[in-house]
């Protein structure tokens, strides 16, 4: 089984920064991807940001220029840095890890438990 924990939500004024992070533990033989989602209220969960295992990444275009998303594999740990955050910004914010568990296994998505991100005007 995989685990995700995410960490580094809060509330923060506008213009401001966070940094969030997702750490995978349990049995792991390769993270192909990492990302993070976020669910704004009243709308359906939306990609933010990815990465894979080879440093590409990929950012919906509303946060192109203000977050980026990293990753230490030695950790199984991703990370979203946001910068010159909106109010828009404001919602739970998901990492998401395409993990293989063993040589002999295919690829499953595992979720974290969401983190609250809150901007204020």
């Known amino acids: 089984q995989v685990q995700l924990v995410e960490s580094g939500g809060g509330l923060v004024q506008a213009g401001g920064s966070l940094r969030l992070s997702c750490q995978a533990s349990g049995t792991i033989y390769r993270i192909n991807a990492m990302g993070w989602y976020r669910q704004r209220p009243g709308k359906q969960r939306e990609l933010v940001a990815g990465?894979?295992?080879?440093?590409?990444?990929n950012y919906a275009d509303s946060v192109k220029g203000r977050f980026t998303v990293s990753r230490d594999n030695a950790k199984n740990t991703a990370y979203l840095q946001m910068n010159s955050l909106k109010p828009e910004d404001t919602a739970v914010y998901y990492c998401?890890?395409?993990?293989?568990?063993?040589?002999?296994?295919?690829?499953?998505?595992?979720w974290g438990q969401g983190t609250q991100v809150t901007v204020s005007t």
């Open positions: 998401n890890a395409k993990v293989v568990v063993t040589p002999w296994s295919y690829e499953t998505g595992y």
């Open positions: 990465r894979n295992s080879g440093g590409s990444t």
